[in-house]
């Protein structure tokens, strides 16, 4: 049986201030998973980050990586980080090279690999990321949404086995906002782990496999798209959004009595596919 990327035992954080920001948190990351990490702001979610990769330790309690507790040395945070990539919410953060393509190369460098296999990442994620015609401009000359994506290059670069991203789609655009889950499924493997942190429901409905929800630091629900969307006491409680996939089909189900067991497709291409099947199978 494949050990958990991540477990928590009974994990607490307090910031400097006083501010409880992660309050006896129990939980497992597991190997192979995309994750949807949900709530609101203030919920936690950001902390929860910052204590995966190492850049904060908990006040109380334990995390542990592929079943051994982290090491809070040089050697053990290195160990980490060279197999757990985070994407930071703001890009200004994470950016600190002087041109692009710098920037993409700094973490592949420090990896121990050979000269061609760096470039050969590299150039990918620059592919990936559609940033060939920017990889030799000056990073401050680039806009928002131009300097996510050379962070987001950057992490898919160093080939992490978690992927961690922070409100990916802020500054981005339309087209890379959907451009996003493409890149996804490119690195999507059976032994990497997603951990995407949004508001944009719709955005990972059709993606994640598995919902994490935090309220106010505290682990609300761990589970599938159907136990959490028809949930609504809890979709309140969490300031949650409903995808518009789900109110669709809880408007079709009140509709007809024939439609009353229709199922919660994952996809646009689903839904419209029941849709024509049950059609057909009210007018026989």
């Known amino acids: 049986m494949t050990a958990p990327y991540f477990s928590f035992d009974r994990v607490s954080f307090v910031y400097p201030n006083g501010t409880k920001a992660i309050e006896d948190l129990t939980l497992t990351i597991p190997t192979g998973k995309k994750i949807a990490i949900l709530g609101e702001n203030g919920s936690g979610k950001s902390t929860l980050f910052k204590l995966l990769m190492g850049l904060e330790r908990p006040t109380e309690g334990v995390i542990s990586f592929q079943g051994k507790p982290i090491q809070y040395t040089k050697k053990g945070l290195k160990h980490l980080r060279q197999q757990v990539g985070l994407v930071f919410q703001e890009a200004d953060n994470q950016l600190f090279a002087s041109t692009v393509k710098q920037d993409i190369l700094y973490g592949p460098l420090n990896l121990d690999w050979s000269a061609a296999k760096v470039n050969a990442q590299v150039s990918k994620a620059i592919a990936l990321t559609e940033l060939e015609e920017l990889e030799e401009r000056p990073i401050h000359f680039l806009s928002g949404g131009q300097k996510k994506r050379v962070t987001i290059a950057g ?20 087209y890379f906002s959907t451009q996003l889950t493409d890149y996804l499924q490119k690195l ?7 951990l995407y942190a949004t508001h944009q429901i719709n955005l990972v409905y059709e993606w994640a496999d598995l919902y994490i929800v935090l309220h106010k630091g505290k682990l609300l629900f761990v589970g599938g798209r159907e136990d959490l969307f028809t949930n609504d ?16 089909v809880n408007l079709l189900r009140s509709s007809n009595p024939h439609w009353e067991l229709m199922s919660f497709p994952d996809t646009k291409e689903s839904l419209v596919a029941e849709i024509n099947m049950l059609q057909k199978q009210s007018t026989s």
């Open 155 to 174: 992490v898919y670069a160093m080939e992490p086995h978690v992927l961690i991203l922070d409100e990916p789609t802020s500054s981005l655009d339309y």
């Open 188 to 194: 999507d493997t059976n032994d990497r782990t997603f």
């Open 233 to 248: 006491a809890l979709l309140t409680t969490a300031h949650i959004e409903k995808p518009w996939i789900v109110s669709i």
